[in-house]
Antibody, heavy 120, light 107 residues
Framework: QVTLKESGPGILQPSQTLSLTCTFS??????????VGWIRQPSGKGLEWLAN???????YYNPSLKNRLTISKDTSNNQAFLKITNVDTADTATYYC????????????WGQGVMVTVSS | DIQMTQSPSSLPASLGDRVTITCRAS??????LRWFQQKPGKSPRLMIY???NLAAGVPSRFSGSRSGSDYSLTINSLESEDMAIYYC?????????FGSGTKLEIK
């Protein structure tokens, strides 16, 4: 059974760094072809893809966030991470992580999401 | 970036109706197109992959099709549980891009 769960700080101030964790089970990021992606959704708005990380540590980012993103993983503990630097109110959103299986399953399983508010 | 133009943004429909939602890709994406359903307060759920393939557990009244750069999601015989927002996603090239969403609601 595949599960993913996001965790984060809940609220943070502008200019701080947002650190998010995705803890998953039912698959491994050390397995060929597996990956995890991050997607966010401001309240009442649409979905925005942020970044992917693959089993071989290949990483892809949305250039619209202008180098503010860093994605990483801890294979031993079945976790993936996303950092967003210099946050502002526009980064207020629900953040999701989702599983990727190369060639077959992009975002076939999603976490429940974690709400993050940026406010002074 | 590849733009996914999704229409309509809102779709009032009656139970039992047949409805179609469309995404137009600004560049060739092959069949690297997925459809997701999202209900209020819930995570998106994969409905269609590879433009035309039904994901596991999805009712057969859902179907996907492609005509050139237009990708469509059709729901036959609408049921109340289908009321949700639907998004398309292209994953042919980075950055991945979603359509803006279609809110399917009861007329």
């Amino acid at each position: 059974q595949v599960t993913l769960k996001e965790s984060g700080p809940g609220i943070l101030q502008p200019s701080q760094t947002l650190s998010l964790t995705c803890t998953f089970s039912g698959f491994s990021l050390s397995t060929y072809g597996m990956g995890v992606g991050w997607i966010r959704q401001p309240s009442g708005k649409g979905l925005e893809w942020l970044a992917n990380i693959w089993w071989d540590d290949d990483k892809y980012y949305n250039p619209s966030l202008k180098n503010r993103l860093t994605i990483s993983k801890d294979t031993s503990n079945n976790q993936a991470f996303l950092k967003i630097t210099n946050v502002d109110t526009a980064d207020t959103a629900t953040y999701y992580c989702a599983r990727i299986t190369m060639g077959i399953g992009y975002f076939d399983y999603w976490g429940q999401g974690v709400m993050v508010t940026v406010s002074s | 970036d590849i733009q996914m133009t999704q229409s309509p943004s809102s779709l009032p429909a009656s139970l039992g109706d047949r409805v179609t939602i469309t995404c137009r890709a600004s560049q060739d994406i092959g069949n690297y197109l997925r459809w997701f359903q999202q209900k209020p307060g819930k995570s998106p759920r994969l409905m269609i992959y590879g433009a035309t393939n039904l994901a596991a557990g999805v009712p057969s009244r859902f179907s996907g099709s492609r005509s050139g750069s237009d990708y469509s999601l059709t729901i036959n015989s609408l049921e109340s549980e289908d009321m949700a927002i639907y998004y398309c996603l292209q994953h042919n090239e980075y950055p991945f891009t979603f359509g803006s969403g279609t809110k399917l609601e009861i007329k």
